[in-house]
């Protein structure tokens, strides 16, 4: 049970078979908080793999399915079915279970990006989901808790009128070319499940609903050089990008997956007129906050700072004692939990939905034509 | 259901109510890996806490109990009772507990300091557990994959022969007199219920135990000053210690809960005639590692060295995503659970240990005993 | 006289007269190493700045210009006249002062950027100098120890193939308006004395110089996107630069005096096939350097790395005694005093050249117009 | 010229023949600000050296002594003699020059510390200097921005009444015996010319001189433990000492040579009962302030703070741009230039005094002596 009394949410799960990497950091995000409990699973496409994993994870055997078609349905018609899924498979495989869940009446939490291309995104849109099913997209990045109390200081004006944003995410991993028994690698770099996107949709997508998640600006048009350095990569390992900003703002934002030395650096930096905001994932719990004129400030997670912490932040444990990439991840678990138990209309406008989706489907999209197009700036609202 | 197929072990709570800050540690420590499931608990010594609190915890009516010895025999008797129980207690209501669970063969879990007193603590250890009930001691900070792995760096020889030791704990919570509304610091600076150690015992055997576990030297004697500075405080907010350690090394150890701009400093050096560590536990996924004449290395939890991450590190995602304070915590929850399920020999030696907690009150008292003697070197094997 | 006993160089100066900032620092610089000494000047336009100022610099009465001209041929006709010259004046006002004491034979060290247009530079480079007058542009952050190590760390191939550059230098010194009393600002914001850039002249080619210093690239083409965002300026305050390289390196550089928090943030960081390397000016006794598969090493200025430190890097103290800003300055005046000697042929490859400031002039007018063509790449060899 | 206006002063040197470190860092102090010349000296004891080291520096033939008290004697006598000369010989050649040139009328300005032992530097106390003549002690630390800012913050109260101070001074250059080849570690290591301390002589002393200067605080008494690591080693390579200060305030004190991974790591960290500091030299251009209960704010040298810098900081360039090691260490020799032209009296309470020199061998005196009373305290007042 939920540290609040609540029953636990009954939660299935696409994909995140035995060796899958991002199926298990959903599963401990859903466990952190107790919120969910997990009982019934499509855990892989191979019968076995599904069988097996299933039953390492304690499910019933009745609840372990091979087709995320057959499970909800199953599910949808089992009096104690799963009220939420989580989908974690590849890109190319998040359209169809999220099609079929929210068909179904079933919540969906979906790993990002949304789809493998912009006309799936678009027409998830269009779906419509049985009994207001709801769906979240798990920019996980937005629920660390400075991340939450930047884009208050933000809105409260403390940085004055935005004008430059500098976002980044930085990784080395895949600096040689990948070996066949790379999986994680593998997929990635592969445009038929990925979609037309490398590094830009894996990591670039995060960078970039990071600073609109903070900055509230909305993008006009970006201008794009992506590369693939590895000899034979058929995607981008490293993308740079300039962005002009309805209202004036401009933004550079760089992600690459061969920068030797790095590897989660998802770092932003915002300055406007009155203040400036540095924030860097690696080291999550502190934030540098300056006013114009006076000393930097090292803002601490849940530490002094003259605004009190908003609710939304979700600071577990007393600053000092770090909170990282899980309690992030965990935060939207469970703020998704409190919007399906319907107490929580005050996360329903900071969780990331599929409208961030089809946003983050449109930056890939523009960035890539702008880079086929010799880096000409390329509207969003155009693609 | 664990992650690797074993059934959940049934755990209980006894403190830990609304409210309570380490209890909610605790159970978020159990959840994270999928290894407890929380059934029972005497989570206040006031009735309608306990009740209310385990309420909105989920347990059923007949496990919410209002006395630890009521618990103990209830659940021993019951065919679905608890196997294992954390005790979240102020220091000197952590030995009635302990001893109630031991002998009725229930595993404990217990916080930090062991005891209230070394009389308790040794008393402790003539206990005859039941049925080999086993015992952890939340020493947390030893879970943090860099700590495992520094202990493994020293032991390997990289250092070569240690020589000197600097371990420090500073915070700034106590740098004045605690308000009648703060429970926290109510009863941390309270001779009745803490022990004679004020900072020394609440966070000083944190910096010691972590010191020990890493080093595996061994202490000879302390010459101590402790100071109360907050007028009219009962208890040490700020612990200055020299140590000799057998074989000749030496250390220092500062603790302090009125370091002003300090929150969780919890910090570990270690230098040796080959090479030298740093870590801190408020960044805690890096690791300086020097050896002589060579450059400083930056180690990263998870990430590239010559010898691979030993399994004990318990590294749940890659490096660079940022582990914590929650991680480590769970990470002696679920090396426990393996423990008990037979499957964690390895692990049995790393986990802090009912030994642990003696010595550790050897160093609290032989600390204050120094103190009280003008900082006379005092030995560990004489108090 | 120098430290190796050679006797020192006789200097002037253009420009520096009381109140002036760049002029002071050549000053110290030029004294640091004990290789010259300040003899004559023409301090400033008003004559009577100009004496106050040459009397308070000890210059004697006759050697007090109030003329560039004046003190070229005056000087150039003594048996005891300056052997070199500092020009610190405002970029508009490097050309003439330059080609005068060139053609007198008088070795001239000019302050960055070489001139206001790129006109005036490539006229510079048709100038005949007398008697082999040699020309050093002072790019002083060049001189960083680090700096030096890094090209020499590229050059070895320690880092591969390059691939991608990431050069900033970000201050936030001009986030405001400048008042009338401002006298630094004034100048750099007039686009009649800075010429048609303004933070891209200003620091933007600072941090262009140095990444081309350190990892030899040659610069194909550039798309910038110019902002001047406070409101009434004239030229830009802040720099958006995506850079393309012969042998298909790429590159991002922003520069901004808008971006609040920074003081003189110029920060370098380069990514090839097997290395990465980062470095700050803030901190600039420290580099990381990483081998594709290791941990990051901190090299420290002076301090242990497996190849021996070079000549070139000048350091003049042990690590860890942090050395700065005015020692790498110092360092370019000291290895020109060599040059000029006829000591110095090692030194000559490494020290800023005409071609140099040509090229800076290059990437700042080729900049500006792309950003006028809506960031349409440019090449550096069409304008 | 001093940039002033004001005449050169005419400095001699006693030590700092070739290959010297000290010496060469003297002569750099020197002349960075342009306050003195140097005109004589007696560079070494051994006449070759002395001969050349002054040919190499354009000393004069007949201003080259190969003994101090010649040249104290005939400088005295010419009319263009020195005003000043600086004394840079190991510890235990101190006393004899000091007394020389100051009954000669000639300001002294002397390495730390003061004398090889305190009865030679209680003799130097008795000296009559002749005309008046000054003594500077080079506790070149204190010379740092931040440094006399900090103590600024402090005598201002804005830390309130100070409890806890934690200074250190760590290195590692003596991990490992040093070869014959090795100067600087010979001398260091040998009680003859060193006097009975070796590292708390060496850098123990600059440590307890940074947090004296600072905190103003009184030392009422010392308990130390003095360990030399290496095999063979006559003097402390590593000293943990406890202090206790006048008003009650506490401190430690950790110096060591024999620290793998430490360059030059003098720390200095202060907190009273309102506000806490923390500076580090590796970084000097940086400054933790935290007022409790408020965000941890990072002063630079020269930047945004509420009180304007005090001329006496001595800030050169702005703020981001890196001052070090050097710089301080020309503020002593500068602002001991204006003391010398009776322009300084502001700075006549900064600069290290005798009185200074004499309490740091009453620290390192009581330190030993403490260390050999198996850490008795041992008050400075008694030694």
Chains 1, 2, 3, 4 share one sequence.
């Not at 609840?63 to 899924?85: C, F, H, K, N």
């Not at 933000?154 to 600096?175: F, I, M």
């Not at 894996?202 to 693939?228: C, M, P, Q, W």
């Not at 530490?303 to 992030?328: F, K, T």
């Amino acid at each position: 049970m939920a540290e609040n009394g609540a029953k636990r949410i009954r939660l299935g799960m696409v994909g995140g078979g035995t060796g899958a990497f991002i199926g298990y950091v959903h599963r401990i995000a859903a466990r952190l908080d107790g919120d969910y409990d997990l009982v019934a699973g499509a855990l892989s496409s191979r019968p076995e793999v599904a069988k097996e994993s299933g039953k390492n994870l304690g499910l019933s055997e009745d609840r372990i399915y091979t087709s995320y078609e057959e499970m909800a349905r199953a599910e949808a018609a089992r009096p104690d079915g799963i009220q939420a899924v989580s989908i974690v498979t590849p890109n190319h495989m998040h359209f169809g279970p999220a099609k079929a869940f929210l068909e179904a009446g079933i919540h969906v939490i979906c790993d990002k990006p949304i789809t493998a291309t912009i006309e799936d995104a678009r027409k998830l849109l269009e779906i419509q989901p049985k009994n207001g099913a709801k769906f979240l997209l798990t920019h996980n990045y937005t629920g660390y808790p400075l991340i939450r109390q930047a884009r208050e200081l933000v809105a409260s004006g403390a940085l004055g009128k935005l004008r430059v944003v500098q976002a980044e995410y930085a990784q080395d991993w895949l600096t040689e070319a990948a070996g066949d028994d790379n999986k994680q690698a593998a997929w990635r770099t592969d445009p038929a499940r990925s979609g037309a996107g490398g590094a830009i949709g894996d990591i670039g997508t995060h960078a970039y609903n990071l600073l609109r998640f903070v900055t509230g600006l909305k993008t006009e048009a970006v201008s794009a050089d992506l590369t693939a350095f590895v000899p034979g990569r058929q995607l981008d390992d490293n993308v740079h990008v300039m962005l002009r900003f309805e209202g004036g703002a401009k933004g550079m934002l760089w992600a690459s997956q061969v920068a030797v030395g790095k590897e989660n650096g998802l770092q932003l930096r915002i300055y406007g007129d009155k203040g400036g905001l540095e924030w860097s994932q690696e080291n999550p719990n502190y934030m540098w906050f300056t006013e114009f004129g006076k000393p930097r400030q090292l803002l601490t997670r849940g530490g002094s700072i003259s605004v009190p912490p908003a609710a939304s932040m979700n600071v577990r444990i007393p600053s000092g004692h770090p909170e990282g990439y899980l309690e992030a991840f965990a935060t939207l678990y469970s703020q998704f939990a409190a919007v399906i138990r319907g107490e929580g209309s005050d996360f329903e406008r900071l969780l990331p939905t599929m409208a961030d989706g089809v946003e983050g489907m449109q930056f890939i999209t523009a960035s890539v034509k702008s880079s086929q197009n010799d880096s000409r700036w390329t509207r969003l609202a155009d693609v």
